[in-house]
């Protein structure tokens, strides 16, 4: 498949471009900076840019069959950036006639599925003092997603560790079938399945080890 990949220099990104790549996908990636993608390979576009930017959004998406995200604020500040990124992303893939998407987000952000206990109460409540504004921007981002007409699905994960990857993920929602955590690794190669497959089309599962 031709991917187009953002947050392809991020820790779970760059796991996402060497699992792409070794499947034999064509990839191209924005990135904001390319020095920190070290990754070489025939099939890897690298395209310098960032999300705020119209063009380079569309330069990436255009002849791609499906468009996987794992953006995340990099900083705590009221600027939003993802979801006005994933905006441009949304806007692109219309424009490019793409319809696969499958983005990232935090289990904090809610879905209608969810059946938080206490322990999901109090990590949400820490997440929304500490990190106020990440969580509003990821929360904004998938609400674009859910307004939109393309064929999504927000990937939603617990805390991420750099553990090697298990080859093992479960597949529930929040306060139902979901662990504490999930190797970036595994994050990764399930949203990469997800690429070519229909089964969770319009829904945000959440997913951990
Ligand atoms: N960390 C956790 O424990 C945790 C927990 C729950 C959910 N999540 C979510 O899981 C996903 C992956 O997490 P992670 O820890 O792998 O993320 P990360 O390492 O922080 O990577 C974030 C990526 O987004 C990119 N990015 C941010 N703003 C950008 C912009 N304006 N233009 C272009 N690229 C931009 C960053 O680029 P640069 O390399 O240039 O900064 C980086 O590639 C994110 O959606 C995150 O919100 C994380």
């Excluded at 929304?128 to 939603?156: F, G, I, P, Q």
């Excluded at 617990?158 to 139902?176: E, R």
Aim: aromatic share 4%; with cysteine; hydrophobic share 40%.
């Amino acid at each position: 498949m031709r991917l187009a990949i953002f947050g392809a220099t991020g820790k779970t990104g760059k796991h996402l471009v060497e699992q792409a790549l070794a499947q034999g996908h064509q990839v191209t990636a924005l990135v904001r900076n390319p020095s920190k993608l070290a990754v070489q390979n025939p099939n890897l576009v690298v395209k310098p840019g960032d999300i705020s930017d119209v063009t380079c959004v569309n330069d990436t998406i255009a002849g791609a069959d499906a468009v996987l995200s794992v953006l995340g604020p990099t900083s705590n500040a009221p600027d939003f950036v993802v979801s006005r990124g994933t905006q441009n992303i949304i806007d692109a893939m219309k424009k490019n006639g793409v319809q696969r998407l499958v983005i990232s987000a935090g289990a904090g952000v809610e879905d209608p599925n969810d059946q938080p206990g206490l322990f999901n109460h109090v990590m949400g409540f820490a997440l929304k003092l500490t990190a106020k504004n990440v969580y509003a921007d990821m929360n904004r981002t998938v609400a674009v997603v859910r307004a939109s007409e393309v064929d999504w699905t927000v990937v939603r994960v617990p805390m991420l560790t750099n553990d090697p990857g298990t080859g093992k993920v479960q597949v529930g929602y929040v306060g139902k079938g979901m662990g504490p955590r999930i190797a970036r690794a595994d994050m990764a190669s399930w949203i990469l399945k997800q690429a070519s497959e229909r089964q969770y089309l319009r829904q945000a599962p959440a997913i951990s080890n």
